[in-house]
């Protein structure tokens, strides 16, 4: 016989979650936390007295009394059980209307295919059986949405896993990329809230360039707080000082080959002289702007990371296009992927990219080598006869959010 139980510990909740094969941030009970906008039920599902299924639910108000309750990445349970999964769905089923929810919204880790940056496509069959088993519950499917914004969560990410992940296994440009970032004096750090000040300046920068509303440094300090010991930011910065002295030495070898040019000189070699002072001259000029402008540690990239049960997310990411030349991007990113195999992570989700994969997440984040996982997406539970009026409004509103 199977029974429910609300309000569950967190210990009980993320224990299960843990050693689970979907094991995933966004159904850790700390989540619940920093969406405290939202209303949060934990629940704990047995067959006698052994745990098989929970979820972690936010629960969003709706006008006159009524709410949505939503659960990302779960429940956590085998799907593969159709006597489970139905008790299940009953069980939310009456949950919902303790809250007044018109319907239930999850978005489960299941997977309708995964596969490696140029090599064929998997899909995995027995999801399949599981959306006719969910369907024949009476829930809707949304289906493979083709848009990036039809969905709560991303329905595709890239996932880098630590057996794939390798310097030497990365493209020729992506560590040459690596290469001069380094060679060019960028320094990166880990660090906690003693970098939230660098952080969000870099998150500013990028909301103005993408011209996009992200968050503050309030709600990164949160992050960091929830999950503390579970959570780093990693900033990638330049001392201008450091990086002119050698640009200074590298123009002063420059002008003393140029001196001992002749007529017999090669122009190539001549030619290329000349364009490597234009350069340097180019580039200290620019450091110079900078440094007359009181500025001489400079953030370039960094990403703030959250950690669970052996996994690891990248939640926030930023840059500052001006010193773009020095591909601090590339080196920050695979500097937090190997940190978090470092910290003992199984993969580091960079998180979402372009359903079409063929956009600017997709373009940069392939260049680590990831495994390209599409979601199985969101199902909707209707628990009242509002559900369809109130679905249709959902989805108008969710594009006019887009749209913003």
Not at 158 to 172: P, R
Not at 209 to 229: A, M, P, V
Not at 347 to 369: C, D, P, R, V
């Amino acid at each position: 016989m199977y029974h429910y139980q609300l309000g569950i510990s967190a210990t009980e909740h993320d224990n299960f979650v843990i050693q689970s094969d979907q094991t995933n941030l966004l159904q850790s009970s700390s989540w619940a936390k920093i969406k405290d906008n939202w209303g949060n039920e934990r629940v704990g599902f047995y067959q006698e007295d052994q745990l098989v299924a929970v979820a972690s639910i936010l629960i969003q108000p709706l006008p006159l009394g009524f709410s949505m309750l939503y659960i990302p990445r779960g429940p956590i349970m085998d799907y593969q059980n159709k006597e489970l999964v139905s008790y299940v769905m009953q069980s939310l089923k009456k949950i919902a209307k303790q809250y007044k929810a018109l319907f239930v919204k999850f978005d489960p880790s299941l997977f309708l295919s995964k596969h490696l940056i140029g090599q064929e496509n998997t899909e995995t069959t027995d999801v399949q059986a599981i959306i006719e088993t969910l369907t024949k519950e009476g829930i809707e499917w949304t289906g493979p949405t083709s848009d990036m914004g039809e969905n709560i969560q991303p329905r595709f990410q890239a996932n880098i896993h630590k057996d794939f992940f390798n310097e030497q296994d990365l493209s020729k440009s992506t560590r040459q990329a690596i290469r001069t970032a380094r060679n060019k004096g960028i320094q990166v750090q880990f660090g906690g809230t003693e970098l939230l000040e660098d952080f969000s300046s870099l998150m500013k920068k990028t909301e103005a360039r993408k011209s996009i509303h992200l968050r503050g440094r309030d709600y990164y300090e949160k992050l960091l707080i929830t999950y503390q010991g579970q959570s780093y930011i990693t900033l990638s910065s330049l001392d201008l000082v450091e990086r002119k002295a050698m640009l200074t030495n590298d123009l002063e070898k420059n002008k003393a080959e140029a001196e001992k040019f002749t007529e017999k000189t090669k122009p190539g070699k001549v030619e290329n002289n000349q364009k490597e002072k234009e350069r340097l001259e180019e580039e200290l000029q620019f450091l110079e702007q900078h440094l007359q402008a009181g500025r001489q540690v400079v953030p370039l990239s960094g990403t703030l990371t959250l950690e669970f049960g052996g996994t690891s997310e990248n939640v926030y990411a930023g840059m500052d296009e001006e010193f773009r030349r020095y591909q601090p991007a590339i080196l920050t990113w695979y500097e937090t992927a190997q940190h978090a195999f470092d910290r003992g992570a199984s993969w580091q989700n960079m998180g979402g990219i372009e359903n079409s994969l063929g956009g600017g997440l997709y373009h940069f984040k392939s260049k680590f080598n990831p495994v390209i996982e599409e979601f199985v997406g969101e199902f909707n539970l209707p628990t009242s006869t509002l559900y369809p009026l109130v679905n249709k409004a959902y989805k108008i509103r969710k594009k006019l959010r887009n749209k913003q």
